[in-house]
């Protein structure tokens, strides 16, 4: 937190902005302070968002914080070819393998 002398008022939200490194259109999202928690929606798989939080009070909007992210590739369309489990001897520790989909 700031010291006192620089802090200009309680915090009445959060808003939560991603931009896709492709696009010019943010996923935005905005709460109240205590609500527990906030969820954006939208991400498309392998795509790399610059995403940006603000707190705002009644004098305003403080800086940004900012983070770059990229999110996971897409599930497969087809299950895998095979998953087995291996035992190593400690039953505490199993070796578990998953052949992906063939492609194409």
Not at 22 to 32: D, H, Q, S, W
Not at 51 to 69: D, L, R
Request: hydrophobic share 30%; with cysteine.
């Amino acid at each position: 937190l700031p010291p006192p002398t620089q802090r200009n008022g309680i915090i009445t939200n959060y808003t939560i902005s991603c931009t896709p490194d492709t696009e010019t259109l943010p996923l935005v999202e905005t709460t109240l302070p205590g609500v527990g928690g906030l969820t954006v929606r939208g991400f498309r798989p392998f795509t790399e968002y610059m995403c940006t939080i603000v707190a705002t009070n009644s004098q305003g909007s403080g800086p940004p914080a900012t983070v770059i992210t990229m999110t996971n590739e897409d599930a497969p369309d087809d299950p895998p070819q095979s998953a087995s489990v291996t035992t190593t001897g400690n039953p505490e520790r199993l070796i578990f393998t998953v052949q992906p989909p063939q492609a194409g």
